[in-house]
């Protein structure tokens, strides 16, 4: 596995690697969640492509009181998980590299950014759209690979590709969870003992949910009502929403028809969990 710092290095590395060429862009301090995506990726790569990790902590998706200064840099770990992983080249740019003191150009993605996420966190799908939209040009990947952990994330980026002509296939990667429950993030981590027993709760919410929905319910009202209940319940939790909406336009839902997301965003102290469920082909 060969570890590129620079833009010129990656791209001369690159061309001696054969195609397809699979993209795995991630923050490092990786967890068994994003080696489930390098898995993927060289899946799709097949035994003979290539497949590329970037590792950047990108500034412009923190807004200023958020934890760029802290979020985790774990690189030499990081390193030995993407070799283990199976991945082929790892691009760990510095800041310079990707953004000129003086950058005046960003990516918006002016629909699905607007919703969910993008009300607590307006700042975040632009930073995210700009770095992705270098990440691309820099890697040029036939295929890319993002968690479903992120829902709102992977359904920008798919519209951004679709929108901007980008010859590039999204696939997308489940949700890996902790043993309990918990969905894996690298801000888990932040957790003291007790948020991080109580944090399960966001999963039990969603366990519920389904259950109910398996059972008929297609009422969002009710449905709400049976989430905030439970989330309610651990009183560590800070909600930020519960929202049920469409997968694809993620607007809310006035009734749930054959397709339902149902996502959560919740404080536990100082850190931010997401998580969510999306169920399609509901007997209607
Ligand atoms: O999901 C992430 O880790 C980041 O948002 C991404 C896609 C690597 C862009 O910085």
């Not at 990656?10 to 490092?28: D, E, H, I, Q």
């Not at 109910?212 to 989430?227: M, V």
Request: with cysteine.
């Amino acid at each position: 596995m060969d570890v590129h710092e620079s833009i010129e290095e990656l791209r001369a590395g690159l061309r001696s690697r054969p195609r397809p060429v699979v993209f795995v862009p991630t923050m490092g301090a990786l967890h068994a969640g994003h080696l489930s995506l390098v898995r993927l990726a060289r899946i799709r790569a097949g035994e003979r492509g290539t497949v590329v990790v970037s590792i950047f902590v990108n500034p412009s998706q923190f807004a200023p009181h958020e934890d760029f200064a802290t979020y985790p840099r774990p690189l030499a770990n990081d390193l030995s998980l993407c070799r283990e992983a199976g991945a082929d080249l790892v691009f760990t740019p510095a800041r310079e590299m990707m953004e000129a003191p003086d950058a005046s150009v960003r990516v918006l993605e002016e629909d699905l950014s607007r919703e969910l996420c993008g009300k607590s966190r307006p700042h975040f799908f632009a930073g995210v759209c700009t770095v992705v939209s270098k990440l691309f040009h820099v890697v040029a990947p036939d295929a890319a690979v993002f968690g479903e952990k992120d829902f709102q994330q992977l359904a920008v980026i798919r519209r951004m590709v679709r929108d901007l002509l980008w010859p590039i296939e999204i696939i997308p990667g489940p949700i890996v969870r902790e043993a309990d429950g918990l969905a894996m993030s690298s801000r888990n981590q932040y957790l003291d003992g007790e948020s991080r027993r109580q944090a399960v709760v966001l999963s039990r919410a969603l366990h519920i949910a389904r259950t109910a929905l398996d059972q008929g319910e297609r009422d969002p009202q009710r449905l709400r009502k049976l989430l905030l209940d439970e989330l309610q319940g651990a009183p560590l939790a800070r909600i930020d929403y519960v929202e049920i909406v469409d997968p694809d336009a993620l607007r809310p839902l006035p009734v749930i028809g054959s397709q339902v997301l149902i996502a959560l965003a919740v404080w536990f102290g100082s850190t931010r969990l997401i998580d969510n469920l999306c169920m399609r082909n509901l007997p209607t």
